[in-house]
């Protein structure tokens, strides 16, 4: 008994210590009631500092995990910028208890997604896993806050270095617009030195200059659990998840001390001006006036300008330029962050009416037409009305936050990152619905008229070489003084009454939570099917009428014309404008959008339930009696035309469309949705109309419905549709392809590009839910289908060649297609080729592994949990049940595939479907630069071709 007495006290002991670091503290209890705008939570805070919100939706057996330093990079200073972006890649690279990349691997196995992302003011980290996962995935975010430095290498901090780089030659250098609109424009509108004067990437040659201990540093200062924010939302149990999070984050000491930020207010002493060059098509015009930061009380009154101004038919910029063709484009918005906003106008011209005019005289008619519009307007002239459009604008926008557990679990993070107080939905519906039409007039006087601004220029260049390049202001310079604050920073390892290395028990996942559905069809074909979804006061539908592109099969020279059809259908009715029409859509928060695909035109409708039936009323109108006006048609084909010829810009794009003629051949599969600059400008009105007249039809229309609302409710409101003339509709046959042939290089030159656009693949079967296709989707994860897969660990972490690589199938009832894809380092060309070549090649000839092929089996099969959470999800999966005629356990047959599938029978797959000496290898890149070591590498011939040479002929 004394022994026993001994243990217990010795029990008892180190529970009170435990507590002694660990307890929580219970801050605030939020209760919604049923129909409230609110998120109902808890709020704790730990001893040490870290500030935890718990969310309880048990709607899905799903949780989100949401860790948020209040750091990014305006915690930067001269010298050592792009860090905050840096170092989130290092919490990738494990933890002293989690191993390289296990915490990718822990979490993708289980089916769930995460990531980390980086902005000015914050740096998060997050995962949505199956509820089974919640312990596994605090373990984690817990080791990397307290134990990352002791597993941190030189070897990781150069690899993920590398990384970044090619991030930014990939998304930043190699994408037209964004190096002016991401850095180059902040060096001019921020004073020097202020915390948003550089770009969250930062510049190459401080991340060249900073070392390892710079990196641990910087980890030491800002990644305390004082300066984090916890949320978890989802399926849990929020006194056991208190209990989980004491436990794993309770021993972690409190970090450096870390107060709000402060910054004067700024203002433009003078109208500045600047120029950059880009390897665009079309120049866009950009007008920035200082603005306030989120959450200052103008901030709501600036948004609603924005929008009356610059959003939507009925703004004040489309009717004067978009209407007019002066402009493809015109907008405004408020923008806003932590320190500061940016108030912004912002005129793609139209460069039918530009081209032969100097860059300068181009330049000085958009900015004076700007200037004087922002002269003229009047905003005593906005009328209630528009103030009460844009209103219930932001209400339905801020009811959709309540649609995931991700959206609400950040929108928390924010409110108490940026706010520090009690706050909710309703709140923030309050405090733009208090906005007055003074109000209006009042923040337009204080931060836009006659005051200074910031316009710049972004010109299209011939020569690539005159781009304006990423240059660092201020080479060589480091803020000394603020250097000061990571000087003696020491690190102390936490220590624990557990054995933190033992990885936490998986209890048994919780089946995914399928739709249950309903169908119907009316006596004119339409095919209606539909599920109840009750955690939003909303319906969504979406119409799929099939055929799309493919239609433009029967004439090819009109390619573009479903596209082109799709939006004329928003361009008014007989009855009303589009602008009236736009109005009445705005002032019911309700949303009715036409676009066309390559197989399919769809119409997407989401209301409020409150406002369906005025929805539907105007969905009637629209579908059944649209305009065709001569007018919208021109400016329409203007806007294509443009487009088109920017899209040709980039890379991904050149490429998919060369893949696409390469693997059809000369049938439609071939052709690009979008269409070509040749065969838009031949399509008239009568084109327009025939294809409406011929094609939209419900005798090939499958209607799915996501809401709050049964079947048997929304029924008689259809009662419309009923009208709809069926006709009958013919798809083309598409039986002829190009026969395969032996592996070739197909080389699209993009002179000065330092990237180059991968893709490497061959053509396949048509979808099916138990067959190829399918068994072809297990086959591709470990291939290229995950981070964690053998192309991109061999690219991005081992040879450090590109920022991501992917494998993927695509398929419909038409042959699809495999292909990996990737943007790489342009010096690396050649080099990455080969390495992608021998990844398929070795998967070709020695397949899968039986580790492989378990980790992929948990992974797609715990992934069914995350699928079906938001309106649009499950009308995806619905939709795909209608069009690929699916029994309504599918779900459950792939899961018995996918449990009983052989490495025998992988391998059996690669053998037939992934002989890398039968592929399409398209390259996008600089010719000069890499034609000759591409020949060199052996793997195919390497030739010449224009992504826009295509002949589509017409079905026998």
């Not at 004491?246 to 001006?273: A, C, H, W």
């Not at 940026?418 to 039409?437: C, H, P, W």
């Not at 893709?759 to 289908?785: T, V």
């Amino acid at each position: 008994m004394r022994k026993l007495n001994r243990i217990a006290v010795a029990l008892s002991f180190a529970f009170l210590g435990y507590q002694a670091y660990g307890q929580a503290t219970l801050v605030e209890k939020v209760e919604a009631k049923p129909g409230e705008a609110k998120i109902s939570y808890e709020k704790y805070t730990l001893p040490n500092g870290l500030t935890v919100y718990v969310h309880e939706d048990h709607s899905d057996p799903i949780v989100h995990v949401e860790v948020t330093y209040k750091v990014g990079s305006n915690r930067e200073h001269k010298g050592i910028t792009g860090f905050a972006h840096f170092f989130e890649h290092m919490m990738f690279q494990g933890s002293k208890h989690v191993a390289d990349e296990e915490h990718i691997n822990l979490i993708q196995s289980a089916g769930g997604q995460m990531n980390g992302t980086t902005n000015t003011d914050r740096t998060n980290y997050f995962e949505t896993v199956p509820s089974n996962m919640l312990e596994t995935a605090l373990w984690l975010e817990a080791d990397r806050m307290g134990w990352l430095l002791p597993a941190v290498t030189q070897e990781k901090f150069e690899s993920q270095r590398s990384a970044v780089k090619n991030e930014k030659e990939q998304n930043v250098i190699n994408q037209p617009y964004a190096l002016p609109f991401s850095e180059l424009y902040r060096r001019y509108f921020y004073p020097e030195g202020h915390p948003y004067s550089w770009s969250t990437i930062g510049y190459v040659e401080d991340l060249d200059r900073v070392g390892v201990q710079d990196m641990k540093n910087f980890f030491m200062r800002w990644y305390g659990p004082n300066n984090a924010i916890l949320v978890v939302a989802g399926d849990v149990n929020t006194k056991e998840t208190i209990k989980m999070i004491e436990k794993y984050f309770g021993s972690i000491p409190t970090g450096q001390d870390v107060r709000t930020m402060r910054v004067e207010n700024f203002s433009l002493q003078q109208d500045v001006f600047a120029q950059f060059y880009d390897n665009v098509q079309i120049p866009v015009v950009s007008m920035y006036y200082p603005s306030v930061p989120t959450y200052h009380r103008d901030e709501p009154a600036l948004d609603m300008l924005s929008s009356i101004l610059g959003s939507g038919r009925n703004s004040v910029m489309y009717q004067r330029f978009v209407k007019s063709d002066f402009a493809l484009q015109a907008s405004c918005s408020n923008p806003t962050q932590e320190l500061a906003g940016e108030f912004q106008f912002q005129i793609v011209p139209n460069m039918r009416l530009y081209y032969d005019l100097a860059p300068g005289l181009m330049q000085t008619m958009v900015y004076d037409s700007l200037r004087a519009m922002i002269s003229s307007f009047d905003p005593m002239s906005i009328k209630q009305e528009d103030l009460d459009r844009v209103k219930a604008e932001m209400t339905s926008s801020f009811v959709n936050i309540l649609e995931s557990v991700q959206g609400k679990a950040s929108t928390i993070t924010s409110w108490e990152r940026l706010q520090g107080k009690s706050f909710n939905i309703q709140d923030e519906i309050d405090r733009y619905n208090k906005v007055t039409l003074k109000d209006l007039e009042r923040v337009f006087v204080k931060y836009i008229k006659s005051k200074y601004s910031f316009t710049f220029i972004v010109y299209p260049v011939m020569n690539p070489d005159d781009r304006t390049p990423s240059t660092h202001p201020y080479p060589g310079i480091v803020d000394q003084k603020a250097e000061e604050q990571y000087k003696g920073l020491t690190y102390t390892e936490p220590t624990d009454n557990f054995d933190r290395s033992v990885r936490p028990t998986l209890a048994p996942a919780k089946p995914a939570v399928i739709p249950a559905y309903a169908t119907s069809k009316m006596d004119n074909g339409l095919k209606i099917i539909h599920t109840k979804h009750d955690e939003l006061p909303k319906v969504t539908m979406v119409f799929s009428m099939a055929g799309g592109s493919l239609l433009e099969a029967y004439n090819p020279k009109l390619l573009g014309l479903a596209s082109i059809t799709a939006s004329m259908m928003e361009e008014g009715t007989e009855l009303r404008t589009s602008e009236q029409i736009s109005a009445a859509l705005d002032k019911l928060g309700s949303n009715i959008s036409f676009n066309a695909g390559k197989q399919s035109t769809n119409i997407v409708v989401t209301s409020l339930n409150e406002n369906i039936d005025a929805t539907l009323k105007i969905l009637d109108e629209m579908l059944f009696k649209p305009a065709f006006k001569e007018e919208d048609l021109k400016r329409l084909k203007n806007q294509m035309e443009q487009n088109l010829r920017n899209a040709d810009r980039n890379p991904g794009v050149l490429a998919s469309k060369a893949f696409g003629i390469l693997t059809y051949g000369e049938n439609i599969l071939a052709a690009s949705s979008g269409g070509y600059i040749k065969t838009v400008d031949r399509i008239d009105l009568d084109d327009v109309k025939e294809y409406y007249k011929n094609y939209y039809s419900p005798s090939v229309t499958n209607l799915t419905i996501v809401g709050n609302i049964t079947l048997d409710q929304i029924m008689p409101k259809l009662e419309f549709l009923k009208k709809w003339q069926a006709k009958e509709v013919k798809m083309p046959a598409v039986t002829e392809f190009p026969a395969a042939e032996k592996t070739t290089i197909y080389l699209i030159d993009k002179p000065g590009a330092t990237q180059s656009q991968i893709m490497f693949g061959r053509r396949m079967m048509p979808f099916d839910y138990n067959g190829e296709y399918y068994k072809m989707r297990i086959a591709n994860y470990a291939l290229g289908g995950s981070f964690n897969s053998r192309i991109n660990l061999n690219l991005r972490e081992e040879k450090g060649y590109t920022y991501g690589a992917r494998s993927f199938i695509t398929g419909s009832e038409y042959p699809g297609y495999w292909a990996v894809s990737t943007s790489v380092k342009g010096t690396a060309t050649d080099s990455a080729l080969v390495e992608i070549y021998k990844e398929i090649k070795k998967y070709y000839e020695t397949g899968i592994t039986q580790e492989e092929l378990d980790r992929t089996k948990q992974s797609l099969n715990q992934a069914d949990a995350l699928r079906f959470e938001t309106s649009f999800q499950k009308a995806g999966f619905l939709d795909n049940i209608l069009e690929y005629k699916l029994p309504e356990n599918y779900t459950g047959i792939q899961n018995e595939i996918l449990k009983n599938i052989t490495v025998e029978e992988v391998n059996a797959l690669a053998k037939k479907f992934l002989n890398p000496d039968e592929m399409i290898i398209v390259i996008v890149g600089d010719a000069r630069d890499i034609k000759k070591a591409l020949k060199n590498t052996g793997i195919g011939k390497v030739t010449s071709i224009d992504p826009n040479d295509i002949n589509v002929k017409a079905p026998k």
